[in-house]
């Protein structure tokens, strides 16, 4: 089974710091995701990676950034957090294939006081 | 207002009744995929629909994608305790070259004893 993993559940960070989220895969996956995950939102795609060093801007990158220097480890950069960026944060990765579905993490919850 | 609109957003039934969940677009997508998440868990893909009119059964959950590709249903018959949890839509918009998914807002299901 592939095995995405978060490297925190619960994160409590102060406004203005600087916050590293990570995520690592198991199975070899080309492509890793960053979702926000907030109530009646659904998932909105911040960053994406199809390859190492490599990244694309999703739907809301604003305030966030990304580092993709080993193909199993897709990190989430907060560089100065703000409030409005508490959040559920959820990580992904598949094969790339079409059609390929998504293996999550199990989320990195983020309070931004 | 969301590419993917699901509906009902929240729905609560007794164990043993039928449900049907709804997921609306004005765009087509060469595929769609629903996800079952439960809490402190990342969503897990329950299903890939491709072809328009698609039926595909999973035990007692039925997906349907639309005749033309912008609309899909869940259907759960005789709900049980354990179908408990938040149904995501996620499609894959038919201009997209790459493998990223258009989720929708979601909805929360709760099953009663």
């Known amino acids: 089974d592939v095995k995405v993993t978060q490297s925190s559940r619960y994160l409590v960070k102060r406004t203005g710091e600087k916050v590293f989220l990570e995520c690592v895969q198991d199975?070899?996956?080309?492509?890793m995701f960053w979702y926000r995950q907030d109530p009646g939102l659904g998932l909105r795609l911040i960053y994406f990676?199809?390859?190492?060093?490599?990244?694309e801007k999703g739907d809301i990158p604003e305030g966030y950034s990304v580092s993709r220097e080993k193909k199993e480890r897709f990190s989430l950069i907060l560089e100065s957090a703000s409030t409005n960026q508490t959040s559920m944060y959820l990580c992904?990765?598949?094969?790339?294939?079409?059609?390929?579905?998504?293996?999550f993490g199990n989320g990195t919850r983020l309070t931004v006081t | 207002t969301q590419l993917l609109e699901q509906s009902p957003q929240f729905l609560s039934i007794q164990e043993g009744e039928n449900l049907t969940v709804y997921c609306n677009s004005s765009?087509?997508?060469?595929?769609l995929q629903w996800y079952r998440q439960e809490p402190g868990e990342g969503p897990v893909l329950l299903v890939t629909?491709?072809?328009?009119?698609e039926v595909k059964k999973l035990k007692r959950l039925t997906f349907q994608f639309g005749d033309a590709r912008k609309d899909s249903s869940l259907h759960i018959t005789a709900a049980q305790t354990g179908d408990t949890g938040l149904y995501l839509c996620?499609?894959?918009?038919?201009?997209?070259?790459?493998?990223?998914?258009?989720f929708g807002g979601g909805t929360r299901l709760m099953v009663k004893p």
């Open positions: 990676s199809y390859d190492v060093k490599m990244k």
């Open positions: 199975m070899d996956h080309e492509n």
């Open positions: 996620a499609g894959a918009l038919l201009e997209n070259a790459g493998n990223m998914l258009t």
């Open positions: 992904a990765s598949s094969f790339g294939g079409l059609h390929s579905p998504l293996h």
């Open positions: 629909v491709v072809t328009g009119g």
């Open positions: 765009s087509v997508f060469s595929s």
